[in-house]
T-cell receptor, first 114, second 112 residues
Framework: DGGITQSPKYLFRKEGQNVTLSCEQN?????MYWYRQDPGQGLRLIYYSQIVNDFQKGDIAEGYSVSREKKESFPLTVTSAQKNPTAFYLC?????????????FGDGTRLSIL | DQQVKQNSPSLSVQEGRISILNCDYT??????FLWYKKYPAEGPTFLIS?????DKNEDGRFTVFLNKSAKHLSLHIVPSQPGDSAVYFC???????????FGTGTRLQVFP
């Protein structure tokens, strides 16, 4: 059963800590994305990767880092430099070949500050 | 500067009636538009999409209309069902990019 798995579902961070959110997909998609959702707002793009070992900043990349060492995996690290990290984080993937194909999403990770 | 706008934060519709959700955009380079449905604490689920070469796309109870001259997109759900109660996001993609720009969402409530 193909899909996108995000873990953990809930995550708590202490001030000054880095935390890493996991995203794995078995859809054989080339492109992967990280979004952040805040209450009353749409999804905002943090980082995206169209191919292994390559990624680009989205609209709100400050305080975040990513890696794309494997096609299936696109972990997001929320660093201590991110001053307002409390949010709902969503990972998505798509075939990435510019055809009219939708992005598919995981179920998200909710990050909270202790 | 919001390129994709959903000006109605909420909509309440009686079961069996039509739900119409609206979306406006400003970027004339958008060529692909999508609607997603989202329940609390879950990821968005793809609902329906439309290419800029069309003005209508239908899938069961869901129809998306695109008016390029007005830069306006709408989603019609008929008949509406209580299970349709969720937040609906419209999104748009610009030519030659894979990035989506999302609206802020409209919360639809379908009551009996």
């Amino acid at each position: 059963d193909g899909g996108i798995t995000q873990s953990p579902k809930y995550l708590f961070r202490k001030e000054g800590q880095n935390v890493t959110l996991s995203c794995e997909q078995n859809l054989n998609h080339d492109a992967m994305y990280w979004y952040r959702q805040d209450p009353g707002q749409g999804l905002r793009l943090i980082y995206y990767s169209q191919i292994v070992n390559d990624f680009q900043k989205g609209d709100i990349a400050e305080g975040y880092s990513v890696s794309r060492e494997k096609k299936e995996s696109f972990p997001l690290t929320v660093t201590s430099a991110q001053k307002n990290p409390t949010a709902f984080y969503l990972c998505a993937s798509s075939p990435g070949d510019l055809r009219n194909q939708p992005q598919h999403f995981g179920d998200g990770t909710r990050l909270s500050i202790l | 500067d919001q390129q994709v706008k959903q000006n109605s934060p909420s909509l309440s519709v009686q079961e069996g009636r039509i739900s119409i959700l609206n979306c406006d955009y400003t970027n004339s380079m958008f060529d692909y538009f999508l609607w997603y449905k989202k329940y609390p604490a879950e990821g968005p689920t793809f609902l329906i999409s439309i290419s800029s070469i069309k003005d209508k796309n239908e899938d069961g109870r869901f129809t998306v209309f695109l008016n390029k001259s007005a830069k306006h997109l709408s989603l019609h759900i008929v008949p509406s069902q209580p299970g349709d109660s969720a937040v609906y996001f419209c999104a748009a993609r610009s030519v030659n990019t894979d990035k989506l720009i999302f609206g802020t969402g409209t919360r639809l409530q379908v009551f009996p």
